[in-house]
Nanobody, 124 residues
């Protein structure tokens, strides 16, 4: 049984930083894992995705250069370091797993497992 548990959300002022964590059980974090976010009234948006062995990380256009995906396979955990946060980054952030490697990117429908989400609020 696959479980994904996010943590690290919170409230921060614009320009600040947060680091989200996603601990996986029943799933190897070196396989495709992604971060998504969803703001009220908006569609779920791909933020970052990666699998070990791929040379590049997928980043959504709105976060490129500010957010960084990383992983600690020994802990079966992935992270999302979020810097230079903006009010428009306010959303519930979700960890997702098990997309086919060829589709390890920003399409939510490609992922099979999801965490419960963690709220990030950025105030101006």
């Amino acid at each position: 049984q696959v479980q994904l548990v996010e943590s690290g959300g919170g409230s921060v002022q614009a320009g600040g930083s947060l680091r989200l964590s996603c601990a996986a059980s029943g799933y190897n974090s070196s396989d495709c894992m992604g971060w998504f976010r969803q703001a009220p009234g908006k569609e779920r948006e791909g933020v970052a995705a990666f699998y070990t062995g791929r040379g590049t990380t997928y980043y959504g256009a709105s976060v490129k250069g500010r957010f960084t995906f990383s992983q600690d396979n020994a802990k079966n955990t992935v992270y999302l370091q979020m810097n230079s946060l903006k009010p428009e980054d306010t959303a519930t952030y979700y960890c997702a797993a098990e997309a086919p490697r060829a589709y390890c990117g920003g399409e939510a429908t490609d992922y099979m497992y999801w965490g419960q989400g963690t709220q990030v609020t950025v105030s101006s």
